[in-house]
Each structure stands twice: as structure tokens, then as C-alpha cells.
């Protein structure tokens, strides 16, 4: 089986999750191109476990699903509490932490 | 004696017929799956928002069932008398997880034809006449996708050939349900009532997964050694109830999970409450999913699986069972409840849950067919009834459907509207030529023929108070003076309640509003014609009191209880080595010959000899590969040439169901018909025009003339108004429900949780705190002051001024961080590049 196809389709959604963080002013997408980068490092995990045989990648696999899904619970959250005091997830007015 | 066998298996297993549509009816769920992406997609930028690629999608739905219904039909003409019908079933593999496969793939018998060709219909139906009620809808795309989705979910549900891809079909359902029913969220009553419904059928959904779960771990290892199907499959579960192999526990328990899914879905008492609620949906919803199809679900499950119900339940063993006490209950107090509804659409709600209670107390009794066929014939007048309520609000009434303050004397505007409703009335109530006549009757008839007489009692109770509560409703709408906005004539803006949310989005509808009532146009009426039309038709396909000809549900529907050697086992056997036909003892094939000649209704097993009982089980199922081992053999069945009634369950000591199979398996159980009498049929029709007669002159008294004794009964008499009052709150159920169990469980939980928290955590914490702070003083006369403080000292000094060197990357921006992260990975990922090369 070849490995680098996955590899190339993990990388293609990597470099797509990565513009949208860098790149979206919205922070909902932002969350979600977080979850693009996470799911491509899972298909690698996956994939090498495939070739090796191994059920370490799988089981990353399932531990970076399972804490992704929290991460985004309490990114969402943040986005909510945000979007109530604000009436905007515009990312560019977040800057409060300007040192 | 060795040549009568081979011919014997000839006539006996004839090869049965099949064709594309029957082949693919799995294409049919997919089709409206697909559209529903579709409209979700594209649907806002199609010219008419997404409803065409609804309206086709079911009308191909429809062609494909229609076309597999045709070739069932075929198939079961073209098998010889007594021969076991076996189901078109293919499978493919899903999923694997731990060594299960999870198949998905299409069971299609005459149940599953008959209810997919039911739904498509209806849907068909529906979606025509939302064309128009739903004009101008702000949702109006999402609502089709909801609409196209849930016949797909149904569908799905239906051919199902296994518990997994039914619990699929019935979540999709659920769901479809809660999205419809919330249609209109923004009115809070209706988000309420959406989770209503899904919290209270979700109650008894758990018993779904139970009971699967439960039958699944008794059953997968019978039916991988005798059919080579996983203990999901909808057939093996059958023939595994059937075969004398479960533990009486286990089928209980089993059975008794999965009522408890049925009553939550198909409103049984106690769990009816939602549908009613249920009503805060859009009209042609309540039409499709609430009376006609979803809510068979339940109904659906029970018969699709009544093998295991059979057993688990001990259907016939006694003179009353769960699911006839729970139908009965139900029968009675929905009915009870329609009477004090003003909401038009409540009283057909209480009616559906009291039909519903019909179709259950028919299976309990073993009544399968005349439960079917309510299923069928149910679902076209209980349509057509919604349709022309929702006609009536929608042309009539200004969007209100309170019968009591906005209806009235609305025949001579509405006369399509009129007729059609009043023919599903008849149909409903069971009057002779219409289509409830052939169900209901049925039902009623079969329950006391199969000994449950106090049920029958409570069938004709239920008939004398449907064709009660459903005259009032129609004296109510139809007849007397028009009243409140009829009257009128203007329309009270402030005048919304619960289903009148949408009024407002009608941009142009209030403009021939004030037209005062109208029929309504084609793309209303002409579904209620088709369905009227039915309403009075469809009793035909089963019209028992014509005699055998008419029967045609009977032989196109009702799986035959025949023993039958099974195909796959006999390749199991042959695989295993185990002996072929010709190998087989005479005294073996002695069976099939004495069954083949027609006329001696001998059972099989009488003639086995004691040694052959004693050799393996697959052994038997052997007899067939004579001719290919295609052919699955029938074996003892005669009901065709004995119909003298009673007579056959008695002479076929080895029917299905009646004993374990001793060769071969079973797939359904026998299941009594009763001898049909003129006389009984006269009793029932006489209980309904009492029925009518009665309600119509007490509505004359009580709505139009407003005097006379029964005017104020309820307010004089004490007793009278306890029982209003009972009736008025749904017997208090919700009360139940809400405040005492919901908060019952809440409550104790919450403050179990404060009590913890107030005493133990904060005793823990201030204990710790105490503590701390003793120790924190020490420590910070000693440790603090002297050492850290210079050290904290200095690295403050160097802090502040990297602190001032980096300050311009700090700009608070996330996004260039997000950059600065990944260039500062990139160049790390880079270096460790060039350091490995």
C-alpha cells in the first residue's frame, strides 16, 4: 500500500487548515480550520499505522478526536461568551491582549 | 416410493418470481436521501427553492414501489399452493467492528411493499399540497428537505433487513420529526412541543437499543449456525423465535424492550402525551408524519418482528397480554380525550393514538393482517382528514383551527373540503362500504375470535366513541352558524395562537384572507380527492365479507407459517458433510410424499421415525438439493384447502408457532382468521350510527340551539365536571410527567449536589485552607522575604526588558500568532530537514 497518498491528501488539508487560521478574521472558522489541521495529523497517524501494522496510530487517532472534540467545546464557548459581549466574533477586535 | 419425492418437490418449490424493481427496491430510500442533499445544496437557488426536487423525488419513490408491489405480487402468484414466500433479501456489508458485521441492505416482503408504497404515496400527497399551504414560507426549503429526508428515513426503516438499519430509519425519523414539528420556532409553545416529542419518544427508544442488544446476544449464535445471518438480522430473529431455541427470559425481556420503543413512537398510553403537542407543526406534517406514517412506526416494528413478540408475549397463551392491554387502554382514553378538544387537529390526534391503540390490540390478539391492513387503509382517510383540517384553516378560518370559536357552517364555502372530509369520517367511524369498515371491523372481530373477548368489548366501545367524537367535530366545523372570524367577517390581527404563527408570513395571503372563507385551489383539493377516493377504495383489497376472491391482502401480505428447509441451511449442512437427500432413510422422504398428496392433511413429523429425529438438525433442510438446492422446500401447510373454520390450527399440529419445528425453521408464526358473520358486522355498524346519531343530536343541543339537558351538564352536575376537568387535563399525565417525575429526579439530584457541596467540599477546602495559611505564614517570613525576593527581584529587571524587546509581536492579534506558530514550525520542520539529510 502506498503511504503517500495519504500522506499528500494529509498535507493538502494541513495547508488548507493552516490559510484558514492565518487567514479567516472569523472566529468560528478559525475553530474550524483548527479541526482541518488536527483531522490531517490523524489521517498521517492513521496511515502509518496501516503500514506498520501497529494499533498505536489508531488509538492517537481516537485520543486526538476525542480531545479535539473537547477543544472545540470550549472554543465554542469562548466564542458564544465573546459574541454576547461583543455582537461580533470578528477576530480583528479581539485585541485586548496587545501587551 | 423413491420417484414421488422428486416430483413431489417439484410441484411444492416451484421457483419463484422475481424482477428489477423487486431487485433494487433498496434504490428506493436513496432516491429522496439524495434529494435531500440536493435541497440543502442548491435548494434556495432553484426557481421553485428546492420543492420540485421534493415533489420528484417521491414520485420516482412512488413509480419503484409501485413497480416492486407489482412484481411481489407475481412472485406470490407464480408459488405454488402452501409454498413458503421468501422474502427478496440482499445484503451488503457496512460496517465490521469486533468481529460483528454490520450488514445493510433490503427485506422485501409484502409488509414492507405495502407500507413503502403507503408512504410514498402519502408523501407524494403531502408534498403537492405543501406546495400551496406552505407558500411564502420563510423556511420553506428547509422544510421540504425535512419533509424528503423523513420519507427517506422511512423508507429506509421499512426495507430494512436488519435492527441496525431500522434503529437508522427510526432515528432519522425522530429527528425529522423534532425539525418539523419546530418548524415555526420562533413561537415558544412550538420549540416545547418539538422537545416534547423528542424527549418522550426518545424515552422509549431506549428500549430499542435494549431490546436489540438483548436479542442480539441471544440470538447471533443460532442464527450463525442455522442461517448464517448476524443475530441483527430481521429473519433470523424470526425464525430464532420461532425455533424453540430462546430462553423464555431473554425473548421476554427482549419483546417487552421493544414495546416499550413502540408505545414511545406510536403514542400508546402512557407515552401518547407528545402527539397531541405534536400538532403545533405545520399541517401537512401532522398529515404525514403524525397520523399516517411515522407514528405507525411502532405498529410497523411490532409486526415486522412478531415472531418474537409471539413468543416473547405469549400471544393466543391467554385471555389478555401487554400489548393488548396497552392498546386497549390507549383505545379507550384517546378517545375519551377527543371529546373535549376544541382544537380540530387535537381531536384528529387523540383519534390517531386511539386508532393506533386499534392496530396494537390487533397484534396483540394476533390479528396481523386486519393490523396491516388498518396500517393501509388508516393512513389514507387519517391523511385526508388532516389534509381538509388544514384546508379549513388555511381558506376557511384565517389559520386558526379552534372548531368551537372560528369554524362553523363551512359546508356551503367549502363543498370539496366538505365531502371529502366527511367521506374519511364515514371511513374512520367503519361504515359499511368504506375502507375503516374492512380494517376495523376486522380487528374487533379477530380479537374476540382469538378469545380476547374483553377487548373486543373495549374495539366497540372505541368504534361507538370515534363515530361520536369525530360527528362532533364535523357538526362543529361544518354545520351550524359560522362564528368568530367567519362571522366577523374581518381578521383579528391579534388573534394567533399556537398554530397561527405562520399567519403573519404570509405576505399575500392577507389579502384574499379578507375574502372571507373560499375553497381552497387545485393543489389542495386534488390530494384530498385522490385520498377520498382511497378512503373509500382501498377496503376492497381486503374486503373479507365478499368472500375468499376479495381477500387479496391476505395472500399477497401475510407471510405464510410454513416450515421451511432453509437454503442457506442445507448449505451448511452440505458443507459440513453432513447427508444429502439420497443418503437420506426412506422413512424421511416418506414426509414430503404424504404432504405432496393435497388432500391428506397429515403433518409431517408424525410419520418421522424416531432415528431420524436423532440425526443432526441441517440434515433435514436436505431433501431440496435434489434439484439444484436452490429451492427452499415447503413443507407442511394446507390452509388454502382447509378454510372450514378452527379447523386447520388443530389438524396441523406442526404448523409454525404452535409447536417447535422439528425440520427446517420457521419465519412467521400461524395466526387465526375469523370466520366473518353478517351478524357481527350489523352489530358494529349499528354501535357506529348510534354513535353518530347520538353526538349529532347532543351537538344540535349543545352548540347550535343551546338549551335543552344536556346544555351546562358539566358545570351542574359534580361528578361530570370532576370528570371534564379530569379529561380537560389529559388525565394530569403531563402534570405527571413534568412535575413530578422530570423534577422528581431533578430535584433530589440538585440538591444532593448542594448538600455535598456546602458541607463536605467546603469542609475539605477550609480545612486545607487553615492549613495552608498556617504554613504560608512561615514560609513567607522565611523562605519569601530572604530568598525569593531577590531572585525575583533580578528576573523582574530581566524580564522587563525582553518584555520591552518583544512587546511589538505581542500585537493581540490572534491570527498573527497562528502565523508566527506555524512559520516557527515550518522553520523547525526545515532544520530538522537539513540536520537528517
Redesign the interface.
Known amino acids: 500500500m502506498l503511504v503517500n497518498q495519504f500522506l499528500i491528501l494529509a498535507a493538502v488539508l494541513f495547508c488548507i487548515g493552516v490559510y484558514g487560521v492565518i487567514a479567516r478574521r472569523n472566529a468560528v472558522m478559525v475553530l474550524m480550520s483548527i479541526e482541518l489541521i488536527l483531522n490531517s495529523v490523524n489521517l498521517n497517524l492513521i496511515a502509518f499505522a496501516l503500514r506498520n501494522g501497529s494499533a498505536d496510530g489508531h488509538v492517537f487517532a481516537l485520543y486526538i478526536i476525542a480531545v479535539a472534540a473537547a477543544e472545540v467545546g470550549v472554543g465554542l464557548a469562548l466564542v458564544l461568551l465573546v459574541y454576547r459581549n461583543r455582537k461580533s466574533i470578528g477576530l480583528e477586535e479581539l485585541s485586548e491582549m496587545k501587551g | 416410493m423413491f420417484a414421488a419425492p422428486q416430483a413431489a418437490a417439484e410441484t411444492a418449490a416451484v421457483a419463484l418470481k422475481s424482477g428489477w424493481f423487486l431487485d433494487n427496491a433498496w434504490i428506493i430510500p436513496v432516491i429522496p436521501a439524495v434529494a435531500f442533499a440536493l435541497i440543502i445544496l442548491f435548494g434556495k437557488k432553484l426557481p421553485m427553492k428546492g420543492s420540485e426536487l421534493g415533489v420528484l423525488s417521491m414520485v420516482a419513490s412512488l413509480v419503484l414501489a409501485g413497480g416492486a408491489a407489482f412484481q411481489w405480487i407475481d412472485r406470490v402468484n407464480s408459488a405454488s399452493e402452501g409454498q413458503y414466500i421468501e422474502p427478496v433479501i440482499r445484503t451488503w456489508n457496512w460496517w465490521q467492528s469486533g468481529g460483528i458485521d454490520l450488514s445493510i441492505g433490503q427485506h422485501m416482503d409484502g409488509l414492507s411493499l405495502t407500507v413503502l408504497v403507503v408512504v410514498a404515496f402519502i408523501s407524494t400527497l403531502v408534498q403537492v399540497y405543501s406546495l400551496e399551504y406552505l407558500r411564502g414560507d420563510r423556511r420553506y426549503t428547509h422544510f421540504f428537505a425535512s419533509l424528503t429526508l423523513f420519507s427517506a428515513g422511512m423508507m429506509n426503516m421499512v426495507i430494512a433487513d436488519n435492527m441496525i438499519q431500522l434503529i437508522l430509519g427510526w432515528e432519522i425519523m425522530g429527528l425529522c420529526s423534532f425539525l418539523l414539528i419546530g418548524h415555526w420556532w420562533e413561537d415558544k409553545a412550538n420549540s416545547r412541543a418539538a422537545l416534547k416529542a423528542f424527549f418522550t419518544t426518545r424515552t422509549g427508544d431506549i428500549g430499542l437499543l435494549a431490546g436489540t442488544s438483548i436479542l442480539f446476544f441471544s440470538a447471533n449464535s443460532w442464527t450463525r449456525e442455522n442461517l448464517g445471518v448476524s443475530g441483527f438480522s430481521i429473519r433470523g430473529l424470526s425464525a430464532w423465535a420461532l425455533s424453540g431455541s430462546p430462553g423464555s427470559v431473554a425473548i421476554t425481556a427482549g419483546a417487552f424492550a421493544l414495546f416499550a420503543a413502540c408505545i414511545g413512537k406510536s403514542g400508546q398510553f402512557p407515552l401518547h402525551t407528545w402527539l397531541p403537542d405534536a400538532m403545533a407543526g405545520p399541517t401537512p406534517v401532522s398529515s404525514l408524519l403524525h397520523s399516517s406514517t411515522m407514528v405507525v412506526a411502532g405498529v410497523f416494528l411490532v409486526a415486522r418482528l412478531f415472531p418474537v413478540f409471539y413468543e416473547g408475549m405469549n400471544i393466543y397463551g391467554s385471555s389478555m397480554n401487554f400489548i393488548t392491554l396497552i392498546g386497549g387502554i390507549t383505545i379507550i382514553i384517546a378517545a375519551l380525550l377527543a371529546f373535549v378538544q376544541d382544537d380540530i387537529k387535537k381531536v384528529l390526534a387523540y383519534s390517531t393514538v386511539s386508532q393506533l391503540g386499534y392496530m396494537m390490540m390487533g397484534l396483540g390478539a394476533g390479528a396481523w393482517l386486519p393490523a396491516v391492513f388498518h396500517i393501509f387503509t388508516h393512513a389514507f382517510f387519517k391523511a385526508c382528514l388532516f389534509l381538509a383540517a388544514g384546508s379549513v384553516s388555511h381558506s376557511g378560518s384565517h389559520h386558526s383551527f379552534d372548531m368551537k370559536k372560528d369554524m362553523g357552517g363551512l359546508r356551503k364555502y367549502m363543498p370539496v373540503t366538505f365531502g371529502t372530509w366527511v367521506i374519511s369520517t364515514l371511513a374512520l367511524c367503519g361504515v359499511f362500504p368504506l375502507s375503516g369498515f374492512f380494517s376495523k371491523d376486522e380487528i374487533i372481530d379477530n380479537v374476540g375470535y382469538a378469545g380476547y373477548d374483553i377487548f373486543m368489548i373495549v374495539g366497540l366501545v372505541g368504534a361507538f366513541m370515534t363515530a361520536a367524537y369525530m360527528t362532533r367535530a364535523t357538526y362543529l366545523t361544518f354545520f351550524g352558524e359560522p362564528r368568530g372570524v367567519l362571522a366577523g367577517g374581518h381578521h383579528e390581527e391579534e388573534h394567533h395562537d399556537v398554530h397561527d404563527a405562520h399567519a403573519s408570513d404570509h405576505g399575500g395571503h392577507e389579502t384574499h384572507a379578507s375574502h372571507g372563507p373560499h375553497e381552497s385551489n387545485a393543489l389542495i383539493t386534488v390530494p384530498l380527492v385522490i385520498l377520498a377516493t382511497l378512503a373509500v377504495g382501498a377496503g376492497l383489497l381486503n374486503a373479507v365479507p365478499f368472500g375468499e376472491k376479495w381477500e387479496n391482502m391476505k395472500k399477497w401480505v401475510e407471510p405464510r407459517p410454513v416450515v421451511v428447509g432453509d437454503v442457506d441451511r442445507a448449505a451448511i449442512g452440505e458443507l459440513r458433510g453432513f447427508r444429502t437427500a439420497d443418503t437420506l432413510p426412506p422413512d424421511t422422504v416418506a414426509i414430503t410424499e404424504v404432504i405432496a398428496t393435497e388432500d391428506t392433511v397429515v403433518a409431517g413429523e408424525e410419520v418421522v421415525s424416531p432415528d431420524t429425529n436423532m440425526a443432526p438438525a441441517p440434515l433435514m433442510a436436505t431433501v431440496a438439493p435434489v434439484e439444484g438446492g436452490e429451492e427452499a422446500t415447503a413443507y407442511a401447510y394446507g390452509e388454502g384447502h382447509s378454510t372450514e373454520a378452527g379447523g386447520y390450527g388443530d389438524s396441523h399440529s406442526s404448523v409454525c408457532g404452535k409447536k417447535t419445528p422439528e425440520v427446517g425453521v420457521c419465519h412467521a408464526p400461524y395466526v387465526k382468521h375469523a370466520p366473518f358473520k353478517w351478524s357481527k358486522a350489523a352489530l358494529s355498524t349499528a354501535i357506529v350510527f348510534l354513535g353518530i346519531v347520538l353526538s349529532w343530536l347532543v351537538s344540535v343541543q349543545l352548540y347550535t340551539r343551546k338549551r335543552g339537558l344536556v346544555v351546562g351538564l358539566t358545570k351542574r352536575n359534580r361528578l361530570l365536571a370532576a370528570g371534564h376537568g379530569f379529561l380537560v387535563n389529559k388525565y394530569y399525565l403531563d402534570h405527571l410527567y413534568e412535575k413530578v417525575i422530570v423534577r422528581g429526579v431533578a430535584h433530589p439530584i440538585a440538591k444532593g449536589a448542594y448538600w455535598v457541596n456546602q458541607n463536605i467540599l467546603d469542609g475539605v477546602v477550609n480545612g486545607a485552607g487553615h492549613g495552608t495559611k498556617g504554613i504560608a505564614r512561615w514560609v513567607y517570613r522565611n523562605v519569601d522575604q530572604r530568598v525569593v525576593d531577590g531572585a525575583v527581584n533580578g528576573s523582574g529587571t530581566v524580564a522587563r526588558g525582553a518584555?520591552g524587546a518583544?512587546?511589538p509581536v505581542?500585537?493581540?492579534?490572534?491570527?498573527q500568532y497562528?502565523?508566527l506558530l506555524?512559520a516557527a514550525a515550518a522553520v523547525a520542520g526545515l532544520v530538522l530537514i537539513i540536520i537528517n539529510t
Open positions: 518584555g518583544l512587546r505581542q500585537s493581540g492579534k490572534v491570527n497562528g502565523a506555524f
